[in-house]
């Protein structure tokens, strides 16, 4: 394997990766602050839904990308409402978000489109565009140092740069500031937090803002960024894979970059070797598809130890009278 070749699956890599930063980021916003989100998938998939129908509609892929965060922050809301002010199941209210997006996206889109479930390709200023940094292009006949600036750090849209710098931006936040240290304190011990006089409500409903806003991003991305347009089932399980790095990375924003970069790597490779032979066998394809999957359930269950949740994770809380 050449060293372009390597660069070029390594540049995969990251675009494949971004959409699973901003989901896991998401989640880790919410469950810090105790809310368990398994409904990233759901909003995932409205906010790429949206996002190509209206970009597809209005011609501009900003346009597009505000209805889909719009999409994501309204099925928050939803999770936040039945959650946090009826207290009820965390685990069922995201279930239901995730049926409710499925069904809902090819229903409308069969409505709006009549394409079978799905919104017309995108082009032109309907969807993002990859950014050349400068001196890419002067930059590419050097060796070793060329071709990882030209081909690696640059060409990729600006949602993946965006997904990139938040990662640090979300350590900051939660570890350097007040608000991220009552969010926090929010999902280990609530009460403590209201005795000090701290709304437990407003911190929780802010952190499933955050939360609607990440994944409206990513699932803008999917359908505008590294598609070019809205097929059913697009997100096809990536919610449920940046809850799975989420638990990888133990709640800690540099490590969710590893375990979503991880991820990206292992889909990069299966969809670049479809058919691989070992002792003469061909292996088929439908395995190489399945394999980052299988191999995310084996690094989850036997290498990252133990991973303990915030403890007031899932539970309701009721204000003291």
């Known amino acids: 394997m050449d060293l372009l070749t390597i660069i070029q699956i390594l540049d995969s890599s990251i675009r494949l990766a971004t959409p699973l930063i901003f989901a896991a980021l998401a989640g880790l916003f919410s469950e810090r602050a105790g809310i368990f989100d398994i409904g990233l998938e759901g909003k995932m998939l409205v ?4 996002a190509a129908a209206v970009a597809s509609t209005s011609g501009s892929v900003w346009v597009g990308l505000l209805a889909g965060v719009f999409a994501s922050l309204l099925f928050s809301g939803i999770h936040g409402v039945a959650s946090i002010t009826f207290r009820g199941n965390q685990l069922i209210s995201g279930v239901a978000i995730n049926f409710l997006a499925a069904g809902m996206t090819v229903l409308v889109a069969q409505s709006w489109f009549a394409q079978g479930g799905r919104t017309p390709s995108l082009s032109g200023a309907s969807r993002f565009d990859p950014i050349i940094l400068p001196f890419a292009n002067e930059l590419t006949r050097i060796p070793l140092i060329g071709p990882i600036y030209s081909e690696l750090i640059s060409g990729h849209t ?90 990888f990375a133990k ?19 299966s969809n670049r070797y479809q058919n691989i032979e070992i002792l003469e066998i061909t292996l088929p394809v439908q395995f190489m598809q399945t394999l980052p999957y299988l191999l995310t359930v084996i690094i989850l269950a036997g290498f990252i130890g133990k991973a303990v949740p915030p403890k007031a994770g899932g539970q309701p809380y009721t204000k003291e009278r």
């Open 47 to 50: 906010s790429a839904f949206l």
């Open 158 to 247: 600006i949602l993946v740069y965006i997904a990139i710098l938040a990662v640090p931006s979300a350590w900051w936040l939660l570890f350097k500031t007040t608000f991220g240290l009552r969010l926090r304190a929010v999902g280990e011990n609530p009460e403590a937090l209201d005795t000090a006089g701290v709304s437990v409500i407003k911190t929780r409903y802010v952190a499933i803002l955050i939360c609607g806003i990440l994944c409206g991003l990513s699932g803008a991305y999917l359908s505008t960024g590294l598609s070019a347009g809205f097929v059913k089932d697009m997100s096809a399980g990536r919610g449920y894979i940046a809850l799975a790095a989420l638990i």
């Open 251 to 269: 709640w800690r924003p540099w490590y969710i970059l590893t375990a979503c970069i991880l991820f990206g790597l292992l889909e990069a490779i």
